[in-house]
């Protein structure tokens, strides 16, 4: 009798396994999503997108002013949601008419024909640029980049309210970017890079922007006071933005196209956080399921995501190409990826011109901002989305075609004054008081009078750079440096003609008898090693000089640092064991 219990208790045991078995995977968890706010009166994206656009502009505002408090929430985590890409849209629409753009008008031939998204040292340079873009480009450096009270042009003054509109559409994107869920709206959205890449060129530091006309928009906008002069202004609220899109950024394309080949679920993580989906439990007007997301185009549907289940053999391929685990797509041709995402890549590849024109000092739209022709904030921004990019794989082909004036610039950094007409703060003292230079401050040496933080910027900033290649190394350390006061005087001093030679010969990768030593790198890195302070500084430059010893055109110029060394390990044991480990072993 105990052994038939005990059968049947087996029986029973392994009956019940079978049955959980056989009920299939557990569904994944589910988190909650903020997709509607009291400050919206509790509408979610579609109806606060219909608010948007209202013809009335009191309706615009009011809800500008509901949309900015709500994602300025830092408790409840707004996200945009099912149908967040309308607002996006919106969005760019509004900051299109404050600027008086028009995207859609028809472009030449022979500009659209340039169908190679390969990057190329000109990638950094505005010539690049071609169709819509090249359009953008040159509307905001005229309107958005020198200060808009000292503009020779009345056409190019925008009013106080276009210019608080065009404030507050970037804060909002700003305080988006933080919440995940909303970052795939921003990125899939071509028309929300371009407008972001237009912030970068605001220039209008010094004045705060704003013209002379009547100050119309004050009380409408009295709560959107998003923008200042100095650290919390369009261009900072732009470059925080790309910062946070930075994980997702990929210059390829290759990611945007793995998102419109295979995302698709039903999952509400990817419902509300991925332009353009619908909710499951809805069916299309034409008898379709709703999950599938498509658009007309020459009289058919098409997908827009999870394109792969309706490609037939070609999703097959596709999918056999694709790692899941790595997210990587391989043995496909970029003229495929291009077709699908070309247009967003270009978005992409625009961001480069600009961020290269925040840290030129030399560049016309600043020379009237900021006495020494930089921007602090903006610079140590853009040097972080730098970093950040730099750090993705795929994007290691836009930072091979690094140009010389980059690192130039780069290089000049290593050794920025914090004080001087020189430095990036500097304030004139014969029309404003300096209370915070005194002469104790101007002898205490190194480690008191330069820019430490810039300093450690660049300098991580070069060291990603040159692991990327040798070539860079050696550009590296045998560029022609100079300092940015004496480019220029340089820059002045030449005629039209043989300054657009040289800045020619700068963008250009190839080997010219010209180069020679980068002296000005290595004094700048010589100190930082035997810097008394413990930020760690002295580390990163012996790791970048362990970088340029691993090339041979460059031992002339670890000889040099070699020599300065063995000087200074004599008294100090701390740089002879960093010298002896970190640089002289690479020899």
């Known amino acids: 009798m105990n052994r038939s219990k005990q059968k049947r208790k087996t029986t029973k045991d392994n009956e019940s396994k079978r049955r959980k ?79 008086e753009f028009d995207p859609n008008k028809e472009e030449d031939d022979n500009e659209l024909n340039n169908t190679n998204l390969e990057p190329t040292v000109a990638t950094w340079d505005g010539s690049s640029l071609n169709g819509k873009h090249k359009r953008w480009r040159k509307l905001c450096r005229e309107k958005l980049a020198s200060p808009l009270v000292s503009s020779s042009d009345p056409s190019f003054l925008l009013t106080e309210s276009n210019v608080k509109m065009l404030d507050i559409i970037i804060a909002i994107f700003r305080n988006l970017s933080y919440v995940g869920q909303n970052l795939r709206f921003l990125y899939h959205s071509e028309g929300a890079l371009r407008i972001l890449t237009g912030a970068l060129y605001y220039r209008g530091y010094s004045s705060g922007g704003g013209g002379n006309e009547e100050r119309s928009g004050d009380e409408t906008y009295s709560s959107l006071n998003a923008s200042s002069s100095h650290n919390s202004n369009m261009c900072v609220h732009a470059l925080q933005t790309l910062i946070n899109i930075a994980p997702l950024i990929d210059i390829t394309g290759k990611q945007l196209f793995i998102d419109r080949v295979f995302l698709e679920s039903d999952a509400k993580e990817v419902i509300h956080s991925v332009p353009e989906q619908q909710p499951a439990d809805e069916s299309g007007e034409d008898g379709t399921d709703s999950n599938v997301n498509t658009s007309e185009k020459n009289g058919e549907q098409r997908a827009k995501y999870g394109a792969s289940t ?39 590849l625009a961001i480069f011109p600009a961020l290269s024109a925040i840290l030129d000092p030399d560049d016309v739209t600043t020379m009237n901002t900021s006495s020494c022709g930089w921007h602090r904030p903006s610079v140590q921004a853009v040097l972080e989305l730098l970093t950040s990019l730099v750090e993705n794989p795929d994007n290691k082909g836009v930072f091979l075609c690094t140009p010389d004036v980059m690192l130039h610039r780069l290089t000049d950094m290593l050794f920025m004054p914090r004080l001087g007409p020189e430095s990036m703060e500097y304030v004139e003292p014969e029309s404003n008081t300096v209370t915070r230079v005194v002469a104790l401050k101007l002898q205490m040496g190194y480690d008191a009078t330069i820019d430490s933080d810039m300093r450690d910027r660049s300098c991580d900033l070069l060291i990603r750079i040159t692991d990327l290649s040798p070539l860079l190394k050696r550009r590296l350390g045998m560029a022609s440096s100079m300092s940015g006061m004496a480019r220029r005087k340089n820059d002045e001093s030449t005629t039209p003609t043989s300054s657009s030679l040289i800045s020619k010969s700068i963008l250009s990768d190839e080997s010219v008898s010209s180069r020679r030593m980068n002296i000005r790198l290595y004094d700048s890195l010589l100190p930082m090693i035997s810097s008394v302070s413990l930020k760690g500084d002295a580390g990163a430059a012996v790791r970048l000089l362990s970088n340029l010893a691993q090339v041979p055109e460059n031992k002339a110029g670890i000889l040099y640092v070699e020599r300065k060394l063995i000087r200074k390990a004599g008294s100090d044991p701390h740089i002879a064991k960093l010298a002896c480990n970190g640089i002289f072993n690479k020899l």
């Open 21 to 99: 078995t056989s009920r299939g995977p557990a569904p994944p968890p589910t988190i909650d999503l903020n997709i509607t706010h009291r400050e919206l009166m509790n509408y979610d994206a579609t109806n606060v997108s219909k608010i948007l656009s209202h013809t009335n502009p009191d309706q615009v505002a009011l809800a500008l002013n509901a949309l900015m408090r709500a994602t300025s929430d830092v408790d409840a985590n707004y996200c945009l949601g099912y149908g967040g890409e309308k607002v996006i849209a919106m969005l760019v629409q509004l900051f299109d008419d404050a600027i």
């Open 310 to 348: 309706y490609l037939g053999f070609g999703g097959m391929y596709l999918s056999k190409q694709y790692d899941s685990k790595a997210e990587t797509l391989n043995n496909i041709p970029n003229s495929v990826v291009w077709d699908t995402v070309g247009y967003q890549v270009r978005a992409l």
